[in-house]
Structures are given as C-alpha cells and as structure tokens.
C-alpha cells in the first residue's frame, strides 16, 4: 500500500512570512486564532529525534522566536506551543495565542467548543496581523545580518 504525499511536503501549511533552508513560518487563517503561527521544517521528518542535535536547535530557537513576538504584539492571556502531528506527520510546531474569552479557553483549539467569541474582539485581534508579521520578519531578517 502506497503512503499518500505529504500535505505538508507538498503546500506552504498557511501564509508563509519566513523560509529560509530549514523551516518556514506561517501565520495560519483561522478566524477564531488570530496571531496562530506555525513553524515548518521544510524537509520531511515526522519526530524532532528524527533531526540532528544542531537541527533541533536551530528549530526550537525558531519557535521561541515566533513565541516572543506572539506574545509581544498578540498580548495573550497564555501562548499554547504543540508539536502533535498526529493528523499531518509532518514536524511542525503551532504557536497559538490563547484569550480567556476564546473559543475553546481552557481546552486546547482542538477541544470542546466553550462559547462564541465576541466578533469586536476577534476583529481587533484580526487587526494586529500586520504588526505580527513585521515582528516577525524583524526578528528574522535580522538574524540572516
């Protein structure tokens, strides 16, 4: 039996801000998670133990540096960080900016739905998108110096 191509070997995984010949960020379309990020390793490997002790590091400082711009513009109340790939096997990380009047707050985004987020607050959340991502082409810009 064949595997099916990789969805994320194959498409961008969202709007790429950043690729350099490691990784990619992209700032994922989800209505409810304006600011949620994901960062991309571009080639295909399913678990971080699956790259080089050098490689790792270089994606962990990655998301750490998606993390604090995240947390800088977004101004959440918490960041959820998860690397799961149980749907797409693929190593990526998800940067999700999390507010207690989110949808799914405490639960993670994938959980039970908890209520209807105010779509005035969405809307200034939505707002920040360009702030966010020129934060985050600053940070990494400036590390290619």
Same mark, same amino acid.
């Given at each position: 039996?064949?595997?099916?191509?990789?969805?994320?070997?194959?498409?961008?995984?969202?709007?790429?801000? #950043?690729?350099?010949?490691? #990784?990619?960020? @992209?700032?994922?379309?989800? %209505?409810?998670?304006?600011?949620?990020?994901?960062?991309?390793?571009?080639?295909?490997?399913? %678990?971080?133990?699956?790259?080089?002790?050098?490689?790792?590091?270089?994606?962990?400082?990655?998301?750490?540096?998606?993390? &604090?711009?995240?947390? %800088?513009?977004?101004?959440?109340?918490?960041?959820?960080?998860? /690397?799961?790939?149980?749907? @797409?096997? !693929?190593? !990526?990380?998800? *940067? *999700?900016?999390? #507010?207690?009047?989110?949808?799914?707050?405490?639960?993670?985004?994938?959980? %039970?739905?908890?209520?209807?987020?105010? /779509?005035? &607050?969405?809307?200034?959340?939505?707002?920040?998108?360009?702030?966010?991502?020129?934060?985050?082409?600053?940070?990494? &810009?400036?590390?290619?110096?």
């Amino acid at each position: 039996m064949k595997e099916a191509p990789c969805e994320l070997c194959i498409q961008p995984g969202g709007d790429v801000v #950043y690729r350099d010949d490691n #990784y990619r960020i @992209v700032l994922v379309d989800d %209505e409810r998670y304006p600011g949620f990020c994901r960062v991309i390793w571009n080639a295909h490997a399913k %678990e971080m133990t699956d790259l080089s002790t050098a490689d790792r590091a270089i994606l962990i400082a990655a998301v750490w540096q998606v993390e &604090e711009a995240v947390r %800088e513009v977004m101004q959440p109340h918490k960041v959820n960080v998860a /690397s799961l790939g149980n749907v @797409v096997p !693929h190593l !990526h990380w998800h *940067i *999700i900016p999390r #507010y207690e009047d989110d949808a799914h707050f405490p639960n993670p985004i994938w959980g %039970e739905v908890k209520r209807t987020p105010d /779509s005035a &607050e969405l809307a200034r959340r939505k707002a920040l998108m360009p702030r966010l991502r020129e934060a985050l082409l600053d940070r990494f &810009e400036s590390s290619l110096l």
